[in-house]
Protein backbone atom coordinates (compact mmCIF):
# COMPACT_ATOMS: atom_id res chain seq x y z
CA UNK A 1 0.00 0.00 0.00
CA UNK A 2 1.07 3.38 -0.81
CA UNK A 3 -0.81 5.53 1.56
CA UNK A 4 -4.21 5.51 3.35
CA UNK A 5 -6.43 8.72 4.30
CA UNK A 6 -10.03 8.85 5.25
CA UNK A 7 -11.00 5.25 4.88
CA UNK A 8 -9.45 4.69 1.11
CA UNK A 9 -5.83 3.68 0.16
CA UNK A 10 -3.81 4.14 -3.12
CA UNK A 11 -1.98 1.29 -4.20
CA UNK A 12 -0.14 0.73 -7.14
CA UNK A 13 -2.21 -1.73 -9.98
CA UNK A 14 -1.72 -4.95 -9.25
CA UNK A 15 -2.96 -8.51 -11.79
CA UNK A 16 -5.85 -8.88 -9.20
CA UNK A 17 -7.53 -5.86 -10.48
CA UNK A 18 -8.58 -6.31 -13.35
CA UNK A 19 -12.53 -7.37 -12.73
CA UNK A 20 -12.22 -4.23 -9.89
CA UNK A 21 -10.90 -1.98 -13.36
CA UNK A 22 -13.74 -3.33 -15.90
CA UNK A 23 -16.61 -3.09 -12.94
CA UNK A 24 -15.08 0.81 -12.62
CA UNK A 25 -15.09 1.60 -15.82
CA UNK A 26 -18.39 -0.10 -17.57
CA UNK A 27 -20.08 1.90 -14.66
CA UNK A 28 -18.54 5.30 -15.42
CA UNK A 29 -18.46 5.18 -19.15
CA UNK A 30 -19.83 8.60 -19.51
CA UNK A 31 -17.66 10.07 -17.86
CA UNK A 32 -14.70 8.17 -19.07
CA UNK A 33 -15.57 8.53 -22.94
CA UNK A 34 -14.68 12.08 -23.44
CA UNK A 35 -11.15 11.99 -21.47
CA UNK A 36 -9.85 8.50 -20.85
CA UNK A 37 -11.25 6.74 -24.33
CA UNK A 38 -7.92 4.49 -24.37
CA UNK A 39 -8.59 3.91 -20.77
CA UNK A 40 -12.48 3.00 -21.39
CA UNK A 41 -12.13 1.17 -24.61
CA UNK A 42 -9.22 -1.15 -23.01
CA UNK A 43 -11.48 -2.31 -20.28
CA UNK A 44 -15.06 -2.86 -22.21
CA UNK A 45 -14.84 -6.47 -21.05
CA UNK A 46 -13.19 -9.09 -18.77
CA UNK A 47 -10.36 -10.14 -20.97
CA UNK A 48 -9.64 -6.71 -22.47
CA UNK A 49 -9.20 -5.61 -18.43
CA UNK A 50 -6.91 -8.49 -17.81
CA UNK A 51 -4.86 -7.48 -20.57
CA UNK A 52 -5.15 -3.93 -19.99
CA UNK A 53 -3.98 -4.48 -15.84
CA UNK A 54 -1.19 -6.78 -17.47
CA UNK A 55 -0.03 -4.05 -19.69
CA UNK A 56 0.01 -1.37 -16.90
CA UNK A 57 1.87 -3.90 -14.24
CA UNK A 58 4.38 -4.22 -16.48
CA UNK A 59 4.81 -0.36 -17.47
CA UNK A 60 4.81 0.14 -13.88
CA UNK A 61 8.12 -2.14 -13.17
CA UNK A 62 9.64 -0.34 -16.04
CA UNK A 63 8.92 2.90 -14.79
CA UNK A 64 7.71 3.59 -17.93
CA UNK A 65 4.10 4.90 -16.35
CA UNK A 66 2.37 4.48 -13.17
CA UNK A 67 -1.26 3.72 -12.82
CA UNK A 68 -2.34 3.57 -9.04
CA UNK A 69 -5.92 2.13 -7.93
CA UNK A 70 -7.92 4.64 -4.73
CA UNK A 71 -10.12 2.02 -3.11
CA UNK A 72 -12.39 1.98 -0.39
CA UNK A 73 -10.38 0.08 2.45
CA UNK A 74 -13.35 -1.67 4.02
CA UNK A 75 -14.94 -2.97 0.73
CA UNK A 76 -12.42 -2.52 -1.87
CA UNK A 77 -14.83 -0.99 -4.26
CA UNK A 78 -12.41 0.62 -7.20
CA UNK A 79 -13.13 4.64 -6.40
CA UNK A 80 -10.56 6.00 -8.99
CA UNK A 81 -7.87 5.62 -10.93
CA UNK A 82 -4.77 8.11 -11.29
CA UNK A 83 -1.96 7.97 -13.91
CA UNK A 84 1.61 9.30 -13.35
CA UNK A 85 1.95 9.56 -17.06
CA UNK A 86 4.20 11.14 -19.69
CA UNK A 87 7.45 10.19 -17.69
CA UNK A 88 10.83 12.10 -18.46
CA UNK A 89 13.22 10.99 -16.65
CA UNK A 90 15.90 13.11 -18.24
CA UNK A 91 13.84 16.44 -17.38
CA UNK A 92 12.34 14.78 -13.90
CA UNK A 93 8.59 15.43 -15.11
CA UNK A 94 5.60 13.76 -15.19
CA UNK A 95 1.79 14.19 -15.58
CA UNK A 96 -1.29 13.24 -14.05
CA UNK A 97 -3.93 12.09 -15.21
CA UNK A 98 -6.86 10.74 -13.04
CA UNK A 99 -10.66 9.76 -12.79
CA UNK A 100 -13.37 9.08 -10.00
CA UNK A 101 -16.50 7.25 -10.02
CA UNK A 102 -19.60 8.75 -9.94
CA UNK A 103 -20.40 7.47 -6.51
CA UNK A 104 -17.00 9.10 -4.98
CA UNK A 105 -16.95 12.76 -6.33
CA UNK A 106 -16.89 15.28 -4.42
CA UNK A 107 -15.67 14.33 -1.10
CA UNK A 108 -11.89 15.39 -1.88
CA UNK A 109 -10.50 12.29 -2.61
CA UNK A 110 -9.08 13.29 -5.91
CA UNK A 111 -7.24 16.47 -3.97
CA UNK A 112 -6.00 14.23 -1.05
CA UNK A 113 -5.15 11.48 -3.59
CA UNK A 114 -2.61 13.83 -6.23
CA UNK A 115 -1.61 15.37 -2.36
CA UNK A 116 0.08 12.15 -1.42
CA UNK A 117 0.98 10.59 -4.68
CA UNK A 118 2.50 14.30 -5.59
CA UNK A 119 5.19 13.69 -2.15
CA UNK A 120 5.51 10.53 -3.44
CA UNK A 121 6.82 11.29 -6.97
CA UNK A 122 8.98 14.42 -5.81
CA UNK A 123 10.63 12.38 -2.75
CA UNK A 124 10.23 8.80 -3.61
CA UNK A 125 10.89 8.78 -7.77
CA UNK A 126 13.16 12.63 -7.90
CA UNK A 127 10.79 14.11 -10.54
CA UNK A 128 11.06 17.94 -10.16
CA UNK A 129 8.31 19.07 -11.88
CA UNK A 130 4.66 17.44 -12.03
CA UNK A 131 1.84 18.38 -14.61
CA UNK A 132 -1.87 18.48 -14.59
CA UNK A 133 -3.77 18.85 -18.23
CA UNK A 134 -7.55 19.88 -17.88
CA UNK A 135 -10.19 21.32 -19.64
CA UNK A 136 -10.97 24.87 -18.03
CA UNK A 137 -15.01 23.80 -17.52
CA UNK A 138 -13.33 20.56 -15.56
CA UNK A 139 -13.91 22.58 -12.55
CA UNK A 140 -13.43 19.25 -10.56
CA UNK A 141 -9.94 18.45 -11.94
CA UNK A 142 -8.76 22.56 -12.28
CA UNK A 143 -9.90 22.47 -8.42
CA UNK A 144 -8.07 19.22 -7.60
CA UNK A 145 -4.99 21.15 -9.72
CA UNK A 146 -5.45 24.15 -7.61
CA UNK A 147 -6.19 22.46 -4.31
CA UNK A 148 -2.62 20.80 -4.37
CA UNK A 149 -0.43 23.67 -5.17
CA UNK A 150 -0.48 23.96 -9.17
CA UNK A 151 0.31 27.09 -11.03
CA UNK A 152 -1.48 28.00 -14.27
CA UNK A 153 1.16 27.90 -16.58
CA UNK A 154 -0.46 28.44 -20.35
CA UNK A 155 -3.57 27.43 -22.48
CA UNK A 156 -2.73 24.44 -25.27
CA UNK A 157 -4.41 25.32 -28.18
CA UNK A 158 -5.97 22.05 -29.60
CA UNK A 159 -4.34 20.61 -26.62
CA UNK A 160 -6.53 17.44 -26.63
CA UNK A 161 -8.76 15.68 -29.14
CA UNK A 162 -11.67 14.00 -27.70
CA UNK A 163 -13.17 10.59 -29.88
CA UNK A 164 -15.30 12.19 -32.24
CA UNK A 165 -15.01 15.91 -31.48
CA UNK A 166 -12.96 19.03 -32.52
CA UNK A 167 -10.23 20.14 -30.88
CA UNK A 168 -10.27 21.59 -27.75
CA UNK A 169 -8.12 23.97 -25.90
CA UNK A 170 -6.24 22.56 -22.70
CA UNK A 171 -5.00 24.22 -19.64
CA UNK A 172 -1.57 23.21 -18.30
CA UNK A 173 -0.86 23.45 -14.51
CA UNK A 174 2.51 22.52 -13.26
CA UNK A 175 4.04 21.76 -9.45
CA UNK A 176 7.46 22.57 -9.12
CA UNK A 177 9.24 20.82 -5.91
CA UNK A 178 10.55 22.54 -3.48
CA UNK A 179 14.35 23.14 -4.76
CA UNK A 180 14.96 23.20 -0.78
CA UNK A 181 14.08 19.38 -0.65
CA UNK A 182 16.52 17.00 -1.67
CA UNK A 183 14.95 14.13 -3.31
CA UNK A 184 15.27 10.67 -1.88
CA UNK A 185 17.86 8.64 -4.37
Known amino acids: MMAQFNGF ?10 WKVCNFCVANEDRLKRYFPKTLEQNLNPTLSNYFVESKVKAFE ?8 LKHSET ?5 LI ?4 LNWDTKQGEFAYCIGYAFEEQG ?9 STHAFEDLGLKTLQIITHKDNLGSVKVALKNDFKWVK ?16 ELYELVSDP ?5 T
Open 9 to 18: EINPIHLGDA
Open 62 to 69: NKDEFLFT
Open 76 to 80: RELAG
Open 83 to 86: YLKE
Open 109 to 117: LTSKAIQLL
Open 155 to 170: TLVNGFTPTGESPLDM
Open 180 to 184: CKVPK
